[in-house]
């Protein structure tokens, strides 16, 4: 695992990678794995990515603020920042656990990430910790990247902006649905004061919306170029 991070007490990083289901099969106390560190663990991230974004961005309204730091921090983010420091291939895991897929679940691989932010904090004090986790989440907060992930929701964000500036929503229709009942395409239209903003096809109508919402958001921005 490349953590970046040496620590004082290699006992507390090894408890953040043990699984309740490795514990469980092992007969130890029901504290004697990472639940208690993967609590501890999101307190200090949320605290930390949030202190972090509202310094980076000043201009930056308190609702996007708060999306940016819920798509950092969300399961499947945090599973792919595990992978991205191999936690993946330390974790400790029941044989059941192990057999049916667990190391690449992303709620296991978030919950450890959790875990070993929370040991790092009780090992090396806030200053370790914060200093961690501004080094991981940093290279996310560059323009190209906090785009990425704030379109991932982008109806919040098209709702955000829309409801900013005109104090008004944008409403959503359904065009067509095409294809058989087990293979629908659904095309979706966003729409503001009769306008289209948006068209989204997908193969259902909740990620035909979000498509529709990410049309819509990367034209108001080329408008206000």
Do not use: C
């Not at 501890?40 to 930056?60: K, N, Q, R, S």
């Not at 940016?68 to 936690?87: K, Q, S, T, Y």
Request: aromatic share 8%.
């Amino acid at each position: 695992m490349e953590l970046g991070y040496t620590f004082n007490d290699p006992a507390l990083l090894d408890l953040a990678t043990v699984h309740s289901s490795r514990s469980f099969e092992e007969g130890r106390s029901p504290v004697m794995n990472n639940e208690r560190l993967e609590f501890l663990g999101d307190a200090v991230i949320d605290l930390m990515v949030g202190a972090a974004l509202y310094e980076t961005y000043p201009e930056m309204r308190e609702g996007e603020l708060s999306r940016l730091r819920a798509a950092l921090v969300n399961e499947g983010h945090l599973a792919g920042m595990a992978r991205e420091i191999g936690l993946d291939s330390v974790l400790q895991l029941g044989r059941g656990e192990e057999m049916t897929g667990g190391r690449g679940k992303p709620s296991i691989l978030a919950n450890t990430f959790e875990a070993v932010i929370g040991a790092v904090y009780l090992d090396g004090g806030f200053v370790a910790a914060e200093a961690l986790v501004r080094r991981l989440f940093s290279p996310w907060f560059e323009p190209y990247r906090k785009d990425l992930l704030l379109l991932v929701d982008a109806k919040s964000g098209l709702q955000e902006r829309l409801q900013g500036r005109y104090g008004e929503a944008p409403a959503y229709f359904l065009e067509k649905e095409e294809g058989p009942d087990h293979d629908k395409l659904f095309s979706i239209s966003v729409r503001f004061r009769e306008r289209v903003l948006g068209l989204g096809v997908a193969k259902s109508k909740k990620e035909a919306e979000q498509r529709a919402a990410v049309e819509a958001l990367q034209g108001l921005v080329e408008e206000e170029q």
